[in-house]
Protein backbone atom coordinates (compact mmCIF):
# COMPACT_ATOMS: atom_id res chain seq x y z
CA UNK A 1 0.00 0.00 0.00
CA UNK A 2 2.80 2.43 1.14
CA UNK A 3 4.58 2.05 -2.21
CA UNK A 4 1.17 2.57 -4.44
CA UNK A 5 1.29 5.72 -2.41
CA UNK A 6 4.44 6.69 -3.31
CA UNK A 7 4.43 6.13 -7.39
CA UNK A 8 1.19 8.15 -7.03
CA UNK A 9 2.28 10.72 -5.46
CA UNK A 10 5.60 10.55 -7.93
CA UNK A 11 3.72 10.72 -10.90
CA UNK A 12 1.45 13.55 -9.43
CA UNK A 13 4.72 15.48 -8.63
CA UNK A 14 5.97 14.87 -11.84
CA UNK A 15 2.52 15.81 -14.13
CA UNK A 16 2.65 19.31 -11.77
CA UNK A 17 6.19 20.01 -13.13
CA UNK A 18 5.55 19.64 -17.23
CA UNK A 19 2.25 21.35 -16.66
CA UNK A 20 4.27 24.34 -14.41
CA UNK A 21 7.09 24.08 -17.31
CA UNK A 22 4.12 24.03 -20.67
CA UNK A 23 2.99 26.99 -18.84
CA UNK A 24 5.62 28.83 -18.32
CA UNK A 25 6.86 28.38 -22.11
CA UNK A 26 3.59 29.46 -23.40
CA UNK A 27 4.69 32.60 -21.60
CA UNK A 28 8.54 33.08 -22.10
CA UNK A 29 8.29 31.75 -25.63
CA UNK A 30 6.59 35.45 -26.91
CA UNK A 31 9.45 37.04 -25.35
CA UNK A 32 12.04 34.98 -26.80
CA UNK A 33 11.11 35.08 -30.41
CA UNK A 34 9.69 39.27 -30.30
CA UNK A 35 11.28 40.75 -33.23
CA UNK A 36 13.50 43.93 -31.68
CA UNK A 37 10.88 46.46 -30.73
CA UNK A 38 11.05 50.20 -32.11
CA UNK A 39 13.13 52.58 -30.97
CA UNK A 40 12.16 55.30 -28.98
CA UNK A 41 12.91 57.56 -31.77
CA UNK A 42 11.17 55.36 -34.37
CA UNK A 43 7.90 55.44 -32.44
CA UNK A 44 8.43 59.63 -31.27
CA UNK A 45 8.49 59.70 -35.16
CA UNK A 46 5.81 58.70 -36.20
CA UNK A 47 3.59 59.82 -33.40
CA UNK A 48 4.27 63.52 -34.25
CA UNK A 49 2.43 63.20 -37.61
CA UNK A 50 -0.59 61.06 -35.92
CA UNK A 51 -3.74 62.38 -35.78
CA UNK A 52 -5.19 61.16 -32.52
CA UNK A 53 -3.55 60.40 -29.05
CA UNK A 54 -4.95 57.82 -26.60
CA UNK A 55 -3.38 56.27 -23.23
CA UNK A 56 -2.96 52.61 -22.35
CA UNK A 57 -4.21 52.21 -18.77
CA UNK A 58 -3.52 49.12 -16.23
CA UNK A 59 -6.58 49.44 -14.50
CA UNK A 60 -9.50 48.65 -16.89
CA UNK A 61 -12.15 46.10 -15.76
CA UNK A 62 -10.47 42.77 -17.67
CA UNK A 63 -6.74 43.90 -17.54
CA UNK A 64 -5.05 42.08 -14.77
CA UNK A 65 -1.29 41.38 -13.66
CA UNK A 66 -1.35 39.34 -16.43
CA UNK A 67 -2.84 40.75 -19.44
CA UNK A 68 -2.12 44.54 -19.07
CA UNK A 69 -0.87 47.68 -21.66
CA UNK A 70 0.62 50.93 -20.59
CA UNK A 71 1.72 54.11 -22.29
CA UNK A 72 0.77 56.77 -25.08
CA UNK A 73 -0.83 55.07 -28.52
CA UNK A 74 -1.42 56.91 -31.52
CA UNK A 75 -3.12 56.68 -34.35
CA UNK A 76 -2.79 57.99 -37.85
CA UNK A 77 -4.29 56.92 -41.60
CA UNK A 78 -0.62 55.38 -41.85
CA UNK A 79 -0.09 53.57 -38.53
CA UNK A 80 -0.31 52.72 -34.92
CA UNK A 81 2.11 53.43 -32.38
CA UNK A 82 2.79 52.78 -28.61
CA UNK A 83 5.29 54.53 -26.56
CA UNK A 84 4.97 52.09 -23.47
CA UNK A 85 4.58 48.03 -23.09
CA UNK A 86 2.21 45.34 -23.05
CA UNK A 87 2.55 42.39 -20.46
CA UNK A 88 4.28 39.45 -23.24
CA UNK A 89 2.11 37.16 -24.33
CA UNK A 90 1.34 35.04 -27.56
CA UNK A 91 -0.81 36.13 -30.71
CA UNK A 92 -1.99 39.62 -29.88
CA UNK A 93 -3.77 41.54 -32.52
CA UNK A 94 -4.59 45.45 -32.72
CA UNK A 95 -7.99 46.57 -33.22
CA UNK A 96 -10.02 49.65 -34.26
CA UNK A 97 -13.54 49.44 -32.43
CA UNK A 98 -16.54 51.78 -33.03
CA UNK A 99 -16.56 51.87 -29.18
CA UNK A 100 -14.40 51.27 -26.36
CA UNK A 101 -14.44 48.45 -24.90
CA UNK A 102 -13.04 47.14 -21.63
CA UNK A 103 -14.22 43.57 -21.30
CA UNK A 104 -13.95 40.52 -23.20
CA UNK A 105 -17.66 40.33 -23.68
CA UNK A 106 -17.98 43.74 -25.23
CA UNK A 107 -14.56 42.73 -27.23
CA UNK A 108 -16.48 39.46 -28.39
CA UNK A 109 -20.36 41.84 -28.72
CA UNK A 110 -18.42 44.58 -31.32
CA UNK A 111 -15.98 42.23 -32.94
CA UNK A 112 -18.16 41.62 -36.09
CA UNK A 113 -17.95 45.92 -36.19
CA UNK A 114 -14.22 46.08 -35.80
CA UNK A 115 -11.14 46.29 -37.92
CA UNK A 116 -8.49 44.23 -37.43
CA UNK A 117 -5.38 46.28 -38.54
CA UNK A 118 -2.49 43.84 -37.89
CA UNK A 119 -0.36 41.64 -35.68
CA UNK A 120 1.26 42.67 -32.59
CA UNK A 121 4.72 41.52 -31.83
CA UNK A 122 6.56 43.15 -29.30
CA UNK A 123 6.17 44.27 -25.78
CA UNK A 124 7.83 47.53 -25.78
CA UNK A 125 7.02 49.87 -28.13
CA UNK A 126 5.26 49.04 -31.55
CA UNK A 127 4.32 49.94 -34.87
CA UNK A 128 1.58 48.67 -36.42
CA UNK A 129 0.60 49.59 -40.40
CA UNK A 130 -2.99 50.60 -41.12
CA UNK A 131 -4.07 48.05 -44.00
CA UNK A 132 -5.35 50.20 -47.19
CA UNK A 133 -9.24 50.45 -47.30
CA UNK A 134 -9.15 51.11 -43.57
CA UNK A 135 -10.59 54.30 -41.92
CA UNK A 136 -9.11 55.00 -38.39
CA UNK A 137 -11.72 58.03 -38.47
CA UNK A 138 -14.38 55.70 -38.50
CA UNK A 139 -13.27 54.23 -35.21
CA UNK A 140 -13.22 55.67 -31.61
CA UNK A 141 -11.28 53.12 -29.92
CA UNK A 142 -7.75 51.06 -30.35
CA UNK A 143 -7.62 47.65 -28.72
CA UNK A 144 -5.24 44.81 -28.00
CA UNK A 145 -6.73 41.26 -28.48
CA UNK A 146 -4.92 37.79 -27.76
CA UNK A 147 -5.87 35.49 -30.69
CA UNK A 148 -5.10 32.15 -29.10
CA UNK A 149 -6.26 32.36 -26.09
CA UNK A 150 -9.41 35.05 -25.94
CA UNK A 151 -7.92 37.49 -23.71
CA UNK A 152 -9.03 41.12 -23.83
CA UNK A 153 -5.31 42.98 -23.14
CA UNK A 154 -5.86 46.53 -22.91
CA UNK A 155 -7.89 48.98 -25.02
CA UNK A 156 -7.75 53.14 -25.28
CA UNK A 157 -10.47 55.47 -26.86
CA UNK A 158 -8.74 57.81 -28.86
CA UNK A 159 -11.97 60.09 -30.43
Not at 109 to 118: F, Q
Request: hydrophobic share 45%.
Amino acid sequence: MRRGLQRALLVLTHLAAVAAGFALGIYALPILTAPPAPSADEVRRVQSGATYSATFRRDLKDSDALHWGEGTVTVSAQSIALSGELAPGPDYKLYLSPEFVETEADFLRLKPAMARVGDVKTFRNFLVPVPAGVDPAQYRAVIVWCESFGQFITAARYR
